[in-house]
């Protein structure tokens, strides 16, 4: 071999040399080792290891032999966990020097399974001892649960705290729960096993957070219905308008707002829905305006026909004093000028929609009689012999030739549809079905 070869040679044969192997040297023996060869003096330590594995048990196929302080141990243990031990109970035998440890696991099923067996009947024998205590446990749960049973179903307590049944309901089941966890602690204790209850708790609460998170909305509307049912934004047979939809109010459930639309649908709206919108509760109260616009023409005398809108408004039998009625020019537009007449009605007995009607129909009335003209669009039909290319609308400005005579009174405007509505929601609420709403509740 070249001489620049041999110091690269002498490396790789180090690097690649099997390392000592460390075998057997956890828990050998330390410190100064006295070499002897006294024979008694192995069989002795020898002895005593075979009485102590004796005495342990388990190591009943274990051999021991000592040969100038050397331990050597063969055989087979039941797993790996017995095979360490035997290191630790030989190295604390005073003058082993060393020991080999020749253990193996066994593989027979039936040494095996023996331990499993023994331990199934040494655990059946303890549950057969345990089953009295185990009875006194189980009957002090049942009668502390059955004490919170009975206290919920009392109706007299939980009905004067609570503002409406649906709360009470909860009152009553917080009591369950209350006495259920109380004596599920009292025959933990019984049992001596309280540590159990953190593990119990600890696991409750951590599916409770998971099924919380999976059912969001019904947890969220849950608590929208208690939000509901203690502030009852709304009482029966309000005519409200909750997220777009306007209706009478029928019942408030723990899940939902049940409106009766004024075409007669039944119209349902989650609870989560509801507390989260814009209510407008049109009979919280009694006084409602109405209000519209008549467009007159520009030329028209505007300040008389202000005077007379406004007084025609106040002249109606269905209006209010007061709030008293109004009426201002609003706009202007290209052939008109637009008054807004606005009054005020008693919606308990004054239908809205009848009394903005007729208000209509007696200002344009007093309006024609007093000379106020109100403009109609009328084209200008050219032959073809004219130089304009487009018809251009106008407006006549003429009074009509003939006058509407107005009448003595007004026509019936009596909330007599409001109230056959009425009728159906009160009807309705006497099916039984579970309400929350009270109208003696207070006032939000």
């Given at each position: 071999?070249?001489?620049?070869?041999?110091?690269?040679?002498?490396?790789?044969?180090?690097?690649l040399a099997p390392l000592p192997v460390a075998a057997q040297e956890a828990d050998q023996p330390d410190g100064a080792i006295e070499v002897t060869d006294d024979r008694e003096t192995d069989?002795?330590?020898?002895?005593?290891?075979?009485?102590?594995?004796?005495?342990?048990?388990?190591?009943?196929?274990?051999?021991?032999?000592?040969?100038?302080?050397?331990?050597?141990?063969?055989?087979?243990?039941?797993?790996?966990?017995?095979?360490?031990?035997?290191?630790?109970?030989?190295?604390?035998?005073?003058?082993?020097?060393?020991?080999?440890?020749?253990?193996?696991?066994?593989?027979?099923?039936?040494?095996?399974?023996?331990?499993?067996?023994?331990?199934?009947?040494?655990?059946?024998?303890?549950?057969?001892?345990?089953?009295?205590?185990?009875?006194?446990?189980?009957?002090?749960?049942?009668?502390?649960?059955?004490?919170?049973?009975?206290?919920?179903?009392?109706?007299?307590?939980?009905?004067?705290?609570?503002?409406?049944?649906?709360?009470?309901?909860?009152?009553?089941?917080?009591?369950?729960?209350?006495?259920?966890?109380?004596?599920?602690?009292?025959?933990?204790?019984?049992?001596?096993?309280?540590?159990?209850?953190?593990?119990?708790?600890?696991?409750?609460?951590?599916?409770?957070?998971?099924?919380?998170?999976?059912?969001?909305?019904?947890?969220?509307?849950?608590?929208?219905?208690?939000?509901?049912?203690?502030?009852?934004?709304?009482?029966p047979n309000d005519a409200v308008e909750i997220n777009g939809d306007e209706g009478k109010v029928i019942r408030l459930t723990s899940r939902a707002t049940i409106l009766l639309s004024y075409?007669?649908?039944?119209?349902?709206?989650?609870?989560?829905?509801?507390?989260?919108?814009?209510?407008?509760?049109?009979?919280?109260?009694?006084?409602?305006?109405?209000?519209?616009?008549?467009?007159?023409?520009?030329?028209?005398?505007?300040?008389?026909?202000?005077?007379?809108?406004?007084?025609?408004?106040?002249?109606?039998?269905?209006?209010?004093?007061?709030?008293?009625?109004?009426?201002?020019?609003?706009?202007?537009?290209?052939?008109?000028?637009?008054?807004?007449?606005?009054?005020?009605?008693?919606?308990?007995?004054?239908?809205?929609?009848?009394?903005?009607?007729?208000?209509?129909?007696?200002?344009?009335?007093?309006?024609?009689?007093?000379?106020?003209?109100?403009?109609?669009?009328?084209?200008?039909?050219?032959?073809?012999?004219?130089?304009?290319?487009?018809?251009?609308?106008?407006?006549?400005?003429?009074?009509?030739?003939?006058?509407?005579?107005?009448?003595?009174?007004?026509?019936?405007?009596?909330?007599?549809?409001?109230?056959?509505?009425?009728?159906?929601?009160?009807?309705?609420?006497?099916?039984?079905?579970?309400?929350?709403?009270r109208r003696e509740a207070p006032t939000e």
């Open positions: 071999m070249p001489a620049f070869l041999r110091p690269l040679a002498l490396f790789l044969a180090l690097l069989i002795a330590m020898a002895n005593r290891i075979r009485a102590i594995l004796r005495e342990i048990g388990g190591y009943e196929d274990v051999t021991v032999a000592v040969n100038s302080g050397i331990v050597t141990l063969r055989g087979t243990v039941l797993d790996a966990v017995s095979s360490q031990r035997l290191n630790e109970i030989v190295s604390r035998i005073t003058g082993v020097v060393a020991i080999r440890n020749e253990v193996e696991e066994t593989t027979d099923v039936v040494r095996r399974l023996d331990p499993a067996l023994e331990r199934f009947m040494e655990r059946a024998g303890q549950t057969v001892a345990f089953l009295p205590l185990l009875a006194i446990a189980l009957l002090a749960f049942i009668i502390v649960a059955t004490i919170g049973v009975l206290l919920a179903r009392m109706t007299q307590p939980w009905d004067r705290l609570a503002p409406n049944a649906f709360i009470a309901d909860i009152y009553r089941q917080i009591v369950r729960l209350a006495f259920g966890v109380a004596g599920l602690v009292v025959a933990l204790d019984i049992l001596n096993a309280t540590a159990l209850l953190g593990t119990i708790l600890g696991a409750a609460g951590i599916i409770g957070l998971a099924i919380g998170f999976a059912v969001k909305d019904t947890v969220e509307n849950f608590i929208a219905s208690v939000m509901l049912s203690v502030r009852q934004p709304f009482r075409d007669g649908n039944h119209i349902r709206i989650p609870n989560a829905t509801v507390f989260k919108s814009r209510i407008v509760n049109f009979s919280r109260n009694a006084e409602r305006r109405f209000l519209f616009d008549l467009g007159v023409a520009p030329d028209a005398d505007l300040a008389r026909a202000v005077t007379v809108a406004q007084e025609t408004l106040t002249a109606l039998p269905f209006t209010l004093e007061n709030p008293a009625p109004s009426a201002w020019i609003e706009g202007v537009g290209d052939s008109t000028v637009t008054l807004r007449l606005i009054g005020w009605i008693d919606q308990n007995h004054t239908s809205l929609p009848a009394a903005r009607g007729e208000a209509i129909r007696l200002s344009m009335v007093a309006l024609t009689e007093a000379g106020i003209a109100m403009p109609e669009p009328t084209y200008r039909i050219l032959d073809a012999n004219s130089d304009a290319r487009t018809d251009a609308p106008e407006t006549d400005r003429r009074a009509p030739a003939s006058k509407a005579p107005a009448p003595e009174t007004p026509l019936n405007v009596e909330a007599q549809a409001e109230s056959e509505l009425a009728a159906i929601v009160d009807e309705e609420r006497t099916q039984g079905n579970p309400d929350l709403l």
